[in-house]
DNA sequence: ATGGCTTCATAGTGAAGA
C-alpha cells in the first residue's frame, strides 16, 4: 500500500499535475494540502473519472486539505475536535483499519508572531488529540505539511536558519512529544541519502542549489512501524513547470 | 541584500507562505 502526500500549493494550479502524478505513481492514499480553494470548487469529478475518491474541508484562498484514496473514505472528520478553528487544517479517513490523519501545520511565520503563538498552541491540540486517536486506532498514519524541519540534517543550512520559523526548539520539542506519543518518522526507518529535502523556496534558484528542508513527513504508529518497508521523496514534481513549491512524500506498508 | 518568487486577493504602504 502507497501512501503519500503533497503540498500542492494551490489545487486549482496544480490539478493537472496532480492527475499526472495519480498516474505515474498510483498511490492508494494521497493527501493534499493548500488546496486554497472553496469547496464548491473541488474538483471531485476530475479525481472521480481517475478512479479516486476524495473527502476534503477547504476555505478561501488558504489553508484547505483533502485525501484522494481508491477506496471509499469511512468515519471522516474535518478539524481536531479538541481545536475548533476557522483556518481548515486537518482531515481524516478510515480506510479498513487504516486511520490516516491529514496535517497542514500552521507555519508561524516569525518567532515573535501571534502566528507563532497560533502554531504552538496548534501543536499542543494536536498532542491530544493523537493521544485519542492512537487509543482508538492502532493502525495510525499522520502525515502533511508540518512546518517543522525535526533536526540540522533536514535543513540546507543550519546556521542561516538559527532563530527562524521550522526549526525552533519549541517547534521541535513539539515534535518530539508527538514521536514519543509511539509515531515514527517513516522517512527515518531508512538509510537515506544526505541533503534530501521536501520544499525549496521558490527564489533564488533554490531547487537548482538544492537549498531546501524536510517540511513535510510520514508518521506511522508502532501498530505500522513493521509493515513499513520504504520511505521516500519524489523529486520529479518540483521540476516540472510551474511546480509547487513541495515535493510528494511517499511511504509504503 | 529583509529581497529574491508564487498565489490569491484587490486596486494597498498587499498578505502570506517557508
Known sequence: MKIASWNVNSLKVRLPQVLDWLAEQAPDILGLQELKLTDDMFPVEAFQSVGYHACYSGQKTYNGVALLSKTQPENVQIQMPNFPDPQQRVIAASYQDIRCINLYVPNGQ????????YKLNWLEAL?????????QHPKLIVMGDFNIAPEDKDVHDPSAWIGDVLVSEPERAAW???????????????????KLYSWWDYRNLAFRRNRGLRIDHLLVSDALKVSCHKSYIDKTPRKWERPSDHAPVICEI
Open 110 to 117: 516569525s518567532l515573535d508572531s501571534d502566528k507563532y503563538v
Open 127 to 135: 498532542t491530544q488529540y493523537l493521544t485519542v486517536e492512537l487509543m
Open 176 to 194: 518530539s512529544t508527538l514521536l514519543a506519543l509511539g509515531l515514527h518518522d517513516s522517512f527515518r526507518l531508512f538509510e537515506q541519502p544526505e
